[in-house]
């Protein structure tokens, strides 16, 4: 079955300092892959998306990912973390049936000052 | 232009009740989806809608969960009897066209306490 393990439930930042969220999908066929980020009481937002062009994707508020095929990974970075980056980030995959989106269990970005 | 709107923003029900939630989508957008958001976890996809009629709906609990789209706009999911696991946020989202490629948008979600 098709899946999506995002590496630790809650990673905790200095504010400055590297953000690296890890996401890992399973499937032999490569698929879309996006980042949305959920901040307390609100729906989900796109971060950045994949969609088959080049590998290095940036997004908004200074994050972006890298998609290696080799290693079914899809990680999102951004260089210096600020206070307002605190929130879940969710990782997620579809596929070309139906588009629905399969999600991570998300990881909790603290960031202290 | 205006997001996915969804209607209560909170509701407060006692087990073997019933419920109901509301979802406008964006003007345009004939995919709808449904997903649930259980505490701690990622959402997870109940039903998805291409215009008014259905595309998946493999994980939505059936006998008491259901869910509608009768003039390709608007949508309603509803419960009935409510059960004490079905405690979570219910978010909407919609997509122009229901590619793969494209971002889904969602509303800020219906959160649903059962006692």
């Known amino acids: 079955a098709q899946s999506v393990t995002q590496l630790g439930s809650h990673v905790s930042v200095s504010e400055g300092a590297l953000v690296l969220l890890r996401c890992n999908y399973s499937?032999?066929?490569?698929?879309?892959l996006f980042w949305y980020v959920q901040y307390p009481n609100q729906g989900l937002q796109l971060l950045l998306k994949?969609?088959?062009?080049?590998?290095l994707v940036k997004g908004i508020n200074g994050f972006e990912a890298e998609f290696k095929k080799s290693e079914t990974s899809f990680h999102l970075t951004k260089p210096s973390a600020h206070m307002s980056d605190a929130a879940e980030y969710f990782c997620?995959?579809?596929?070309?049936?139906?588009?629905?989106?399969?999600f991570g269990q998300g990881t909790e970005l603290s960031v202290k000052p | 232009e205006a997001g996915v709107a969804q209607s209560p923003r909170y509701k407060i029900i006692e087990k073997r009740q019933s419920v109901a939630f509301w979802c406008n989508p964006i003007?345009?957008?004939?995919?709808l989806y449904w997903y649930q958001q259980i505490l701690g976890q990622g959402p997870k996809l109940l039903i998805q809608?291409?215009?008014?009629?259905?595309?998946?709906d493999s994980q939505l609990p059936k006998d008491r969960f259901s869910a509608e789209r009768l003039k390709g706009v608007d949508s309603t999911l509803k419960i009935q009897p409510a059960k004490l696991e079905d405690s979570a946020v219910y978010l909407c989202?919609?997509?122009?066209?229901?590619?793969?490629?494209?971002?889904?948008?969602f509303g800020p979600g219906t959160r649903l306490l059962v006692l």
């Open positions: 809608f291409q215009n008014n009629g259905v595309v998946d």
């Open positions: 003007s345009g957008h004939a995919t």
């Open positions: 989202a919609s997509t122009a066209a229901g590619l793969a490629a494209e971002t889904q948008y």
């Open positions: 997620a995959v579809a596929y070309n049936q139906g588009g629905k989106l399969i």
């Open positions: 994949y969609t088959s062009a080049a590998t």
């Open positions: 499937s032999s066929v490569p698929p879309y």
